[in-house]
Nanobody, 123 residues
């Protein structure tokens, strides 16, 4: 299994931007589709975005479409989540995850998870 480590979280004002990174260990990173999920206090973890192994296909939750962009650099074993126009309701712990699935968007599709990084958006 691949090991994942997120970074880039922090405190930002509403309307601001953050870029999350997720570094993966191992030489098989390019074999995985990658995803981002988030969990707000008192809520279940939810899907945010996913990207195919080649980067050619991307998927987004409706709540972030047009504001967030997922991308990957297979040479650096890293996946990114660029978050723009942040809202207080984006406050959550953000997790990256790896999947062998073709078009994974469900939590059960992902086998490896990072520890998460906190994103807090103030109003």
């Amino acid at each position: 299994q691949v090991q994942l480590a997120e970074s880039g979280g922090g405190l930002v004002q509403a309307g601001g931007s953050l870029r999350l990174s997720c570094a993966a260990s191992g030489r098989t990173f390019r074999n995985y589709a990658m995803g981002w999920f988030r969990q707000a206090p008192g809520k279940e973890r939810e899907f945010v975005a996913a990207i195919s192994w080649s980067g050619g296909r991307t998927y987004y939750a409706d709540s972030v479409k047009g504001r967030f962009t997922i991308s990957r650099d297979n040479a650096k074993n890293t996946v990114y989540l660029q978050m723009n126009s942040l809202k207080p309701e984006d406050t959550a712990v953000y997790y990256c995850a790896a999947s062998y699935g073709l078009d994974p968007t469900e939590e059960v599709d992902f086998a490896s998870w990072g520890q998460g990084t906190q994103v807090t958006v103030s109003s």
